[in-house]
């Protein structure tokens, strides 16, 4: 979760919000919390889907005017003389606040409950010794960073795996139901009941 911030859409050059919805934003997919997040900022808008990884590249070499970053690209577009836009994390917490839900475990609903609660435990206990073992977690997820450094392959782990991460909350839940609500009433997603499993 992105308690502020979250993915951004960069520019070459400095751009209103509303060009967003005339020129094509590059986007890492259309299944992505990050292309949701947007569709409910501008709703509709002219996009052009791609890995994530290349769409830094792709507005750096003019490809396309805007593109959407997800992942590292959030700390290094303005080494590459991007602008940001938009931030997802700080509007999406002006319009609600709460963080930004970014990512989540998910598990078959007809499962029995002792499995889907051993499943979150298992979860849970892996991402509370990463953070209880921090030197040895981020020495492995750098090799993973493309380009980050270790002070900002700290700093990236730092936004997306914390306390948050470990027990979401009641706001957590709350940003969740939020964000897919919102998403139903404007048909982007399909309504859910969500449930959430305890470890």
């Known amino acids: 979760m992105g308690e ?14 509303e060009d967003l919805t005339r020129y094509p934003v590059a ?8 292309f949701l997040a947007l569709r409910l900022r501008l ?10 990884d290349q769409i830094m590249d792709a507005v750096i070499n003019g490809e396309v005017p805007f593109g959407l970053l997800i992942h590292e690209g959030q700390l290094t577009y303005s080494d590459a003389k991007l602008v940001k836009v938009l931030d997802l994390g700080e ?10 839900p970014l990512g ?3 598990i078959r609903k007809d499962l029995p409950e002792e499995i889907k609660k051993l499943v979150a435990q298992h979860i849970r206990a892996s991402i509370t010794y990463a953070l209880t073992h921090k030197d040895e977690a981020l020495t492995y ?5 493309r380009g980050l450094d270790p002070q900002r392959g ?10 948050l991460t470990v027990d979401m909350g009641e706001r ?12 139903a009433l404007l048909g982007l997603v399909p309504h859910c009941e969500v449930e959430f499993v305890g470890a």
């Open 154 to 163: 700290a700093q990236f782990v730092g936004m997306y795996v914390n306390e």
């Open 43 to 52: 709703g509709l808008f002219p996009f052009k889907v791609m890995p994530f």
């Open 141 to 145: 997820a750098i090799r993973f960073g």
């Open 27 to 34: 986007v890492p997919g259309t299944l992505t919390t990050a």
């Open 91 to 100: 509007w999406w917490l002006q319009e609600t606040g709460l963080p930004l």
């Open 172 to 183: 957590g839940k709350e940003a969740i139901t939020v964000l897919l609500e919102r998403a």
């Open 104 to 106: 989540v475990n998910v």
């Open 4 to 17: 502020g911030y979250g993915p951004i859409v960069v520019a070459k050059r400095k751009s209103r919000v």
